[in-house]
């Protein structure tokens, strides 16, 4: 069975993001760029899931600028049989993606994707479930523990105040969240290897879709500066001070 898995290439987790000074978007020039750490945990899950010979080959997937083969070079490292990289400049939403991943599955027929739960960078949470709706696919989003069988795949999905099982026939969309696994680091001899491995370049035209923006972004601002905090001498007093300051009790 094949597997696909999504890779967006986002400003790095440990950057502190900054502002465009015209309140356009984030400033991505010269700032380090990663994968998205929940599609690391998706590549990490379906690399173990060939491990355990669930799955036959991984195909890595990413859609952005011509820079983001450096994140389909980091799966193919990982564990990940080839890439596809779709070219698109600026921003693309996710359901420019959705339909790019439709017509590669149309192509590809994988068994299984999975994604990651949200790209940290606008924090959609939505390319999943808008693939499964356009595929008409069963989903299990969130999952914390994925056991694929061969006409079917058992998600353990972390919901509010605990987890659901759901069990999804095949071909099937998973997303990934944070405790399904801790993704590997990439050995230097992995890394080495990697680089042979194929990519292939599509544009949206060759896959017959119009990836262009349906949303405009009218503002990005920083959240209001927090003040600074200040020391009671009593219980008296931080009474006081909520009661006739804040006005909170
Ligand atoms: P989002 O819906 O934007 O929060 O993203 C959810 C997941 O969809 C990500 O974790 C990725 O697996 C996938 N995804 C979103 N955008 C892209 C992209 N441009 N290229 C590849 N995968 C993407």
Known sequence: MKLLVPVKRV???NVKVRVKADGTGVETANVKMSMNPFDEIAVEEAVRLKEKGAATEIIAVSIGPAAAA???RTALAMGADRGILVEVEGAV?????????KAIIMKEEPGLIILGKQAIDDDMNATGQMLAALMGWGQGTFASKVELAADSVTVTREVDGGLETVKLTLPAIVTADLRLNEPRYASLPNIMKARKKPIENLKPADLGVDASPRLTTLKVEEPPKRQAGRKVGSVAELV??????????
């Open 11 to 13: 400003v790095d987790y």
């Open 70 to 72: 450096e994140q389909i």
């Open 93 to 101: 939403e996710p359901l420019a993606v959705a339909k790019l991943l």
């Open 240 to 249: 006081d001070k909520l009661r006739n300051e804040a006005k909170v009790i």
